[in-house]
T-cell receptor
Framework: GQQVMQIPQYQHVQEGEDFTTYCNSS?????IQWYKQRPGGHPVFLIQ?????EVKKQKRLTFQFGEAKKNSSLHITATQTTDVGTYFC???????????FGPGTSLSVIP | DAGVTQSPTHLIKTRGQQVTLRCSPK?????VSWYQQALGQGPQFIFQ???????QRGNFPDRFSGHQFPNYSSELNVNALLLGDSALYLC???????????FGSGTRLTVV
């Protein structure tokens, strides 16, 4: 079945440093979503990417969908303590398919 | 605009018991998905309901069942609880095409 993997599992950065997490799917995806979960909280939707090679930006966050629609990345520029949390990618094979989450990358930011 | 509401927030049950968790979706959403999230792991898909029918199911045993009501709210039932069922159970609502799930705060289930 469909599997979604993420690396790294954990990342500790100094405040102001950049951060990147990578997501890979075992199958071609119709779209990919990214979520953020703060410690003790629930996942919060950040963005959805649909097109091959698509790049979207939200302030300091840059999201990219691979050309083959099997991988994606999230890059945060100049991290802040408010960026702390676990970032999940989640993919679906068709528009109405179940959304499968990756294991997440836990980001710690050292002030 | 109310988001997704889940109840109860916390629950402690004994092995072998049965539990029912409830979810009210965000206004305007007609699809409800349930996820199980163990500590330190990503949410695992249990099943999805649309038009009062189970549309998709993950790799969970038949002990996990659900229901969706005409007002789109949903229940998750787990029978014969095991210690390994202890987890955060998340309800996510969306419109049918699923552009971005809205998650509830979850129900923390502890099985002792």
């Amino acid at each position: 079945g469909q599997q979604v993997m993420q690396i790294p599992q954990y990342q500790h950065v100094q405040e102001g440093e950049d951060f990147t997490t990578y997501c890979n799917s075992s199958t071609t995806l119709s779209n990919i979503q990214w979520y953020k979960q703060r410690p003790g909280g629930h996942p919060v939707f950040l963005i959805q990417l649909v097109k091959s090679g698509e790049v979207k930006k939200q302030k300091r966050l840059t999201f990219q969908f691979g050309e083959a629609k099997k991988n994606s990345s999230l890059h945060i520029t100049a991290t802040q303590t408010t960026d702390v949390g676990t970032y999940f990618c989640a993919g679906r094979e068709t528009s109405y398919d179940k959304v499968i989450f990756g294991p997440g990358t836990s980001l710690s930011v050292i002030p | 605009d109310a988001g997704v509401t889940q109840s109860p927030t916390h629950l402690i049950k004994t092995r072998g018991q049965q539990v029912t968790l409830r979810c009210s979706p965000k206004s305007g959403h007609d699809t409800v998905s349930w996820y199980q999230q163990a500590l330190g792991q990503g949410p695992q898909f249990i099943f999805q309901y649309y038009e009062e029918e189970e549309r998709q199911r993950g790799n969970f045993p038949d002990r996990f069942s659900g229901h969706q009501f005409p007002n789109y709210s949903s229940e998750l039932n787990v029978n014969a609880l095991l210690l390994g069922d202890s987890a955060l159970y998340l309800c996510a609502s969306s419109q049918r095409d699923g552009y971005g799930y809205t998650f509830g705060s979850g129900t923390r289930l502890t099985v002792v």
